[in-house]
Structure formats: C-alpha cells, structure tokens
C-alpha cells in the first residue's frame, strides 16, 4: 500500500475531464456522459476551480429543483477541493476517501493539474495485487517458485 499514486497514473493513463467555469450544469453533465465518467473538473483557464459530480447533480440540483439548462455550474460545483500530490501513497488516497466521504481527488504538482485519483482507480489496483499475490501463493504451494 506504500505505492505512489505516480505509479496508479501510469498505469491508468493520463485521462483527465474538464470542463469550463463557463457552463452550465447541462452541459456538464453531457461532458460526463459523453466519457462515462462521474465527476468532471472545473477549470478556469489553467486553475483548477472546482470538482462537480454525480452526487452533486442529485443533492444540488435536482434535490434543489433548479433548471440544469439555467444554472450555472460554478453555482452547485465543489469549490474547495481536496486535492493530493502524485508522491501520496495508495494507502494515504484510501484514508481520505474513507475519511472524507469522496471518491475523485485531482492529483497536483507545482500547482498544475496531473491526473485524477478515483476510489474505483484505488479498488481496481488494490484487487490487482490480491490477484497476484495470491497467483504468487498458488505458485508457491505447487512448488513452482523456489525460495
């Protein structure tokens, strides 16, 4: 669990979906079907502005029956995201995921945007090494690797 998150982003590739502090929440999330994806990043200009995601479509829009064509998406983003650096470790991004109830960190370098971390990025690691230590173990049990 000591990975860096540096190895996660090279192995997941260097997808990250932004969108524009100019839009509107419709336009949002068509850029978020468009990818399959459940949070898009807000950027104004260079700067990461904001983090808007299924949850907040359902809790700050539809709970609040506000017209998604109208509002604009700085109006119901998350403006003070929790970001990590790409040295974070595997256990690290998990703890704040558990911690504070989210599932997509950016990952920042030198204040400029590098990737997005996921909890499903996470899962998908974490049963990959299960997977392959307990190959390792068969392999071990059968007498085919020597110590």
Request: some cysteine; glycine content about 8%.
């Amino acid at each position: 669990m000591n990975t860096t998150l540096t190895t996660l982003l090279e192995q997941k590739g260097g997808s990250v979906y932004t969108i524009s502090s100019t839009v509107t929440v419709a336009e949002a999330v068509q850029e978020m079907n468009a990818h399959k994806v459940g949070a898009v990043l807000v950027m104004h200009g260079l700067q990461l502005a904001g983090i808007f995601t299924e949850r907040d479509v359902l809790r700050r829009v539809v709970g609040a029956s506000l017209d998604p064509k109208l509002t604009p998406i700085t109006q119901v983003m998350t403006a003070n995201v929790l970001t990590v650096v790409p040295t974070a470790t595997v256990q690290e991004v998990m703890d704040v995921f558990t911690e504070k109830r989210c599932r997509h960190l950016p990952v920042m370098q030198a204040g400029r945007l590098v990737g997005v971390i996921s909890i499903g990025d996470v899962s998908r690691w974490v049963a990959n090494l299960h997977r392959v230590e307990a190959e390792s173990l068969r392999q071990y049990i059968a007498g085919g690797l020597s110590t």
